[in-house]
């Protein structure tokens, strides 16, 4: 499980060369929007001879491939990075009929976290989800604010109903729901509360577009010392009672709250807080 | 004290002669205008074997590197210097031209006769019928005057300089009794130069990695507490480092004792927000620093004696709990170097580094550990600045080594989740990137030396080739 995943550009060697130091659980390599045509295949060879090289425990990385739109960088993503150690491919503007065109293109399959950035995907999410190699999806805000000629707002009152939905299919199969950057990057009160409203709907990460917001995402994604605590006392009472239902601070304790906690904690143990 | 309103005649009365040892601060910075037509007049009158001890040498002062070329300056004593002279000590200087000290050796050495100056040049942005001066007021104002206190005090003959000369100074930095000349000169300074308005919080990703480490480093060895004191000076990474201590102070209630050393608009603003009780400034190095001078009781301008002389059981820096340092190159014993490059050209010197490594409890220094495609951690540093056993924490981008002589630290450290490393795994990882390039040896000239705050000549000067 990342908490937060970092987009660098794939053709600067700085950003490449410093992917492990900004403290993102996922490095997403971009061969797509934030690369000029005319430096795609500088990007697809300065990433290959760099992950040859360089081994990286963590973060986790992926690549972000061009859109099969646009099929014939697709393609030459696909062979550039079918022998890379990496975790899977970020796939942009994922639909039905896109994914089933991935499919055909690729010499063997690949995990892969979907751009949900298109109006029509928010309704074929829930069959999306239930695709094998589909680990997660990506809000990508940018894009679809554009495609339903809106703006972004401070309170994203406008993203409601994509986060919503993008959040529903992911919980339904347990898959990753991956929060839309928030791309004003000097921004650090809206940044924050930008990231609430993610957590506040259940996101269970989210992405950033400047190594600077990495931390922030980090630490709201991580349980708090306070709630680690609670979980601590249901799981221990519940150990205690050997029942899966009791009464704690005057407020009902069931199954489902004891295995949040227990969830809780694994979180808590796997981001090295506990 | 006699008054005088042209350079000229007040050249003609004093007792210049061969081998007179001049001094200057540096508190106008790159934005002086004293030191250039002083010296260009005293080259004139054909002086020569002058020792010189400005407090630091900026690019702007030209006329040095004039001198240097007329092969009138027999020595050079400073704590700072880069661009022209700098340059052209490097290639062309004497073995006995440079001596580099420490903002506090040099007061030290200043109120020790060591350095026995005849005639201090003082720039001075206000001075009044008195003789009283201030740096708080007048078109050239730059705030404490920290680095001219010893020249003043000390010096067989002292002169100020000013462009603003008024009746009478409310509370001045420097007082009547120890001046024996005025020169009133239309200007002495040109104020874009004097406070360069770019001490900002860096935003570059690679600092604020830094900058996050070095300040839990600091959390994690429970320095942050109530009346603790701390300097930082103005670099990006450092004031990203007082900026988390800033959020963390405000989280949990805590105020600090002071903050000492060259004072920023961000140091003001703690003050302003009761997060600190003083500040100690020698140095001012932004316009709000000297603003807040005027307004602020708790802001004191402090002279370098008070700040940081090693001989001064007072000074300000031997209570300090941590400080913040940068680094061009450090070694595998934690020697670090501010002063040359690679190439054994002179790019700053100590200032204050090796005084406040030396006397804080914790000195931590902050640098990316790749710099230009290079390691920052070299085996051996090309010019000692700061010994090794003085500084305790290196923190890099991709790790952070503890000095073993901190064992104490070390100790506390052990159940930190920062990823902290021996100084030689924090090597081997830059060279897994850089590999290892051929480092360079001393083969120029020796031209100077580099002197510790205590007299102790811990490193030479070497031409470049």
Not at chain 1, 88 to 105: A, D, Q, T, W
Not at chain 2, 200 to 210: A, K, L, Q, Y
Request: proline share 4%.
């Amino acid at each position: 499980m990342s908490r937060s995943y970092l987009f660098i550009p794939g053709d600067v060697p700085r950003m490449l060369q410093n992917l492990d130091v900004f403290d993102a659980d996922a490095v997403i390599i971009d061969f797509e929007d934030s690369v000029a045509d005319h430096n795609k295949d500088e990007a697809r060879q300065l990433t290959a001879a760099f992950l040859k090289r360089y081994t990286f425990h963590r973060p986790k990385l992926y690549i972000r491939i061009n859109s099969t739109d646009d099929l014939a960088h697709c393609k030459k993503d696909l062979a550039s990075i079918k022998d890379l150690p990496i975790a899977g491919i970020v796939f942009p503007k994922m639909n039905v009929e896109r994914l089933k065109i991935l499919e055909s293109l690729w010499a063997k399959p690949i995990d892969i976290l979907g751009i949900l950035e298109t109006p029509d995907v928010f309704f074929e999410v829930l069959s999306l989800a239930k695709n094998p190699h589909v680990k997660g999806f990506l809000l990508g805000a940018e894009d679809l604010t554009k495609a339903l000629n809106i703006d972004r707002s401070q309170d994203g009152k406008e993203l409601l109903f994509a986060r919503s939905q993008m959040i529903f299919a992911a919980a339904s199969t347990n898959i990753e729901a991956i929060d839309t950057p928030f791309t004003d990057v000097l921004n650090e009160a809206g940044l924050i509360e930008d990231i609430k409203q993610a957590t506040a709907l259940g996101c269970t990460a989210k992405a950033s577009i400047h190594p600077n917001h990495v931390a922030f995402i980090n630490n709201a994604f991580t349980p708090s010392q306070e709630a680690i605590k609670a979980s601590k006392r249901i799981i221990a009472k519940s150990e205690q009672t050997q029942s899966m239902r009791f009464s704690l601070d005057g407020k009902m304790i069931d199954k489902p709250v004891i295995e949040r906690a227990r969830k809780l904690l694994k979180r808590a143990k796997d981001y090295g807080v506990l | 004290m006699k008054k005088y309103t042209s350079l000229d005649a007040l050249l003609e009365a004093l007792p210049l002669k061969d081998g007179m040892r001049l001094s200057f601060h540096h508190h106008l910075r790159n934005g002086d205008g004293i030191i250039n037509p002083i010296l260009t007049k005293i080259d004139a009158l054909g002086y020569k074997d002058i020792h010189l001890s400005p407090s630091a040498i900026f690019p702007s002062y030209t006329s040095i590197e004039t001198l240097l070329k007329k092969e009138k300056v027999a020595s050079i004593t400073t704590n700072y210097l880069n661009g022209p002279v700098a340059n052209y000590l490097a290639l062309h200087g004497s073995e006995t031209c440079l001596k580099m000290q420490t903002h506090g050796g040099r007061a030290r050495a200043i109120i020790e006769g060591e350095n026995s100056i005849d005639i201090a040049f003082i720039a001075a942005p206000t001075v009044d019928k008195t003789g009283a001066a201030s740096g708080l007021y007048g078109p050239s104002a730059c705030g404490s005057l920290g680095y001219a206190m010893e020249d003043v005090a000390h010096a067989k003959l002292k002169i100020f300089v000013t462009d603003h000369f008024v009746d009478a100074i409310e509370n001045p930095q420097i007082h009547h009794q120890h001046i024996d000349y005025l020169l009133i000169l239309d200007s002495i300074g040109d104020a874009r130069g004097i406070v360069s308005g770019t001490t900002t919080i860096t935003r570059d990703p690679i600092g604020v990695s830094i900058a996050r480490r070095a300040a839990q480093l600091i959390e994690d060895l429970d320095i942050i507490k109530p009346g603790f004191s701390f300097q930082s000076g103005a670099g990006g990474v450092s004031l990203r480092v007082t900026d988390y201590i800033k959020a963390y102070m405000q989280r949990n209630a805590i105020k600090a004792k002071f903050f000492s050393g060259g004072i920023t608009k961000y140091h003001v603003e703690m003050l302003e927000m009761g997060l600190v009780e003083k500040l100690y400034d020698v140095q001012c190095f932004d316009l709000e620093a000297i603003k807040s001078l005027k307004r602020n009781a708790t802001h004191h301008a402090i002279s370098a004696h008070d700040y940081a002389n090693p001989n001064n059981p007072r000074r300000i820096i031997k209570d300090l709990d941590v400080v913040i340092l940068g680094a061009t190159e450090i070694d595998l014993d934690f020697n670090v170097n501010v002063t040359t490059d690679s190439f054994n050209t002179i790019i700053g010197g100590s200032g204050g580094h090796s005084d406040t490594a030396s006397d804080a409890f914790v000195s931590i220094i902050v640098t990316p550990l790749l710099k230009a495609r290079t390691s920052v951690i070299k085996t051996r540093v090309n010019t000692i600045t700061t010994l090794g056993k003085h500084v305790d924490c290196l923190v890099t981008e991709r790790g952070i080594a503890i000095n073993p002589r901190r064992k104490d630290l070390i100790a506390q450290l052990k159940n930190s989740r920062l990823d902290i490393v021996s100084i030689d795994t924090l090597m081997q990882r830059a060279t897994a990137y850089t590999g290892h390039p051929k480092e360079t040896t001393h083969k120029g000239k020796k031209i100077g030396v580099v002197e510790d705050r205590d007299g102790t000549i811990i490193d030479t000067l070497h031409a470049k080739e």
